[in-house]
């Protein structure tokens, strides 16, 4: 991946890479450090589980923290799905609420067909799924319009 960004930054090309767990977040972040040109704006998406040692990470590299809350799935009165495989760590799926506090840039977005497809929906959960929620809706609605444009 390191390749392929350094090969690419030059060209101003910006990644959109989907990264789930420590490991699938950690290697793209370590390949956008090791390679990015200044002003690009990477983006990693889904972030279903991330090592709290990266949080600080996105905000150094400029790296969007992109998001779907949508889905059933992903409320937490769901999470305890995950426990068997993953523990404790099973609390903090998807930080939306590490990631904003520890100011990383952040996008909500759509996982269509994997959940709904409206907007309002999404927003709705980012901020009522505590305690992995955004502190408001403008912030919500931020995430979903003017940070992603």
Same mark, same amino acid.
Request: glycine residues 0%; proline residues 8%.
């Given at each position: 991946m390191t390749h392929y960004i350094r090969e690419l !930054? %030059?060209? &101003? #090309?910006? #990644?959109?890479i989907h990264a789930i767990g420590d490991r699938g977040v950690r290697e793209p972040l370590n390949a956008i450090q090791a390679g990015q040109m200044p002003g690009q704006r990477h983006r990693l998406t889904h972030l279903e589980q991330v090592d %709290?040692?990266?949080y600080d990470r996105f905000? !150094?590299?400029n790296v969007i923290a992109d998001m779907q809350v949508a889905g059933e #799935?992903?409320? %937490?009165?769901?999470?305890s799905e995950n426990e068997f495989f993953i523990g404790d760590?099973?609390?903090n799926f998807i930080p939306l609420r590490d990631l904003f506090e520890a100011n990383a840039p952040i996008t909500l977005s759509s996982d269509w067909d994997v959940s709904s497809l409206n907007p309002?929906? &999404?927003m709705q959960n980012a901020v009522t799924r505590s305690p992995?929620?955004?502190p408001?809706?403008? &912030?919500?609605?931020?995430?979903y319009t003017i940070h992603a444009a």
């Open positions: !930054a %030059p060209l &101003e #090309f910006d #990644f959109h %709290p040692a990266d905000k !150094a590299l #799935f992903t409320q %937490p009165e769901n999470w760590r099973a609390e309002f929906v &999404e992995q929620n955004l408001s809706l403008a &912030e919500a609605m931020k995430a």
